[in-house]
């Protein structure tokens, strides 16, 4: 009696389990989608949306700003104008997944009667690169173009452009950011960001300056008073850990103003309140932001509601109460296939096959054990 048939079942019968289980683990470990896009509701026919565009590694190569204009045309026909603002573009070396350099190119528009009609022009241009210690960003090294007569044919690459370097440091409470544009025998000319950390690696505060001389010109104030316990949908982009110093900054034109709604890479999780001030020179108001989300599956907003009350910065007197949603898109996650059979070699006429089927969401439903004589019935287990 040939017993290599009955051996491989059992042998069969025994890896299975632990296949089932590692199977769950895998669907249950998959990672998160990558972001796509942030888009805002509609406002005076008019909405805005920031772009994450990816190579085949799912490295960031390029964010994009821009707003969309909502047009009525012949036979009321929607006509969808859209605006670029500003374009980042990453760049690489070999299969590295942190950016060697960034171009960031910012656009704007010429006022005209119709917005169909507004010229295009190119404001200004920064080549940055990335300076690490140790796998870690410590600076950026870089030069900017600025176009100073708003030229609709200005060629950048034939200026002289502001040369900057900027200074990087970081640790589990703080992260400091500054631009030193001082020039030899003149005063100081500073820009800098800092950041307070809490122990869930949030930001509880930013403080966003200029300071010419002794002076400060211009400074901005965000305080992070609560967050969820989900993902911040930019935590798992390649390019996380190196941008731990910046924002995506999704600014529209308010009812009531412009206000900025930003997503901080460095965050693990999502606010859920926050308040905005500046120095008297720059606003008379401030702003207390409270959001709401829903989220997928991955725990990842899916959308954001917020509403926003515009104060004034002396006595705190309410200005007014106005609202502003967010729509999270995110990339399609390609489903790894599933195992449809095993199927062992046959001997003596012989083969053992085991066959797995599945419900509409891709649990296994039932399993089938097959011991197969060639040119007789099948014998089956299940």
């Given at each position: 009696m040939n017993t290599q048939p009955m051996k491989y079942i059992l042998t069969v019968f025994a890896i299975i389990p632990v296949f089932l289980i590692a199977q769950n683990q895998n669907s249950g470990l998959m990672q998160a989608p990558l972001i796509e896009s942030i888009t805002s509701d509609t406002v005076k026919g008019k909405y805005h949306q920031v772009s994450f565009l990816y190579d085949n590694a799912n490295r960031v190569i390029a964010i994009i700003n821009k707003e969309i204009n909502i047009t009525t045309g012949s036979g009321k026909k929607k006509n969808l104008v859209e605006k670029?603002?500003?374009?980042?573009?990453?760049?690489?070396?070999?299969?590295?997944?942190?950016?060697?350099?960034?171009?960031?190119?910012?656009?704007?528009?010429?006022?005209?009667?119709?917005?169909?009609?507004?010229?295009?022009?190119?404001?200004?241009?920064?080549?940055?690169?990335?300076?690490?210690?140790?796998?870690?960003?410590?600076?950026?090294?870089?030069?900017?173009?600025?176009?100073?007569?708003?030229?609709?044919?200005?060629?950048?690459?034939?200026?002289?452009?502001?040369?900057?370097?900027?200074?990087?440091s970081q640790n589990n409470t703080r992260i400091y950011h500054e631009v030193d544009l001082t020039k030899p025998y003149s005063p100081s000319n500073i820009y800098s960001d800092e950041f307070t950390l809490t122990a869930q690696s949030n930001i509880s505060h930013e403080s966003s300056s200029y300071r010419y001389a002794n002076r400060s010109n211009d400074a901005s104030y965000y305080t992070y008073s609560a967050y969820d316990s989900e993902l911040n949908p930019l935590i798992n982009l390649n390019i996380a850990s190196v941008l731990v110093n910046e924002k995506i900054s999704a600014e529209f034109d308010g009812r009531y103003g412009k206000v900025d709604i930003n997503w901080y890479f460095a965050n693990q999780n999502n606010y859920t309140n926050y308040f905005v001030t500046t120095d008297e020179i720059t606003s008379h108001y401030k702003y207390n932001l409270k959001f709401n989300y829903a989220y997928n599956k991955f725990k990842q907003p899916i959308y954001a509601k917020a509403k926003i009350e515009q104060v004034f910065n002396k006595g705190g007197a309410l200005v007014r109460t106005y609202q502003q949603s967010y729509t999270f898109k995110y990339k399609k996650i390609t489903q790894p296939p599933l195992i449809k059979s095993i199927t062992s070699d046959t001997i003596n006429g012989v083969f053992n096959q085991v066959l797995f089927s599945y419900d509409e969401r891709n649990r296994v439903k039932e399993i089938v054990y097959k011991d197969v004589t060639i040119n007789e019935k099948e014998q089956l287990t299940k």
């Open positions: 670029i603002f500003k374009k980042q573009s990453f760049q690489y070396t070999g299969t590295d997944t942190k950016p060697i350099s960034r171009n960031i190119f910012t656009y704007q528009y010429l006022p005209s009667d119709s917005d169909e009609n507004q010229s295009l022009f190119l404001e200004s241009v920064e080549q940055q690169y990335f300076l690490y210690a140790n796998e870690q960003r410590v600076g950026d090294s870089g030069v900017y173009y600025y176009n100073r007569d708003k030229n609709l044919d200005w060629n950048w690459e034939e200026e002289n452009g502001q040369k900057r370097i900027g200074k990087l």
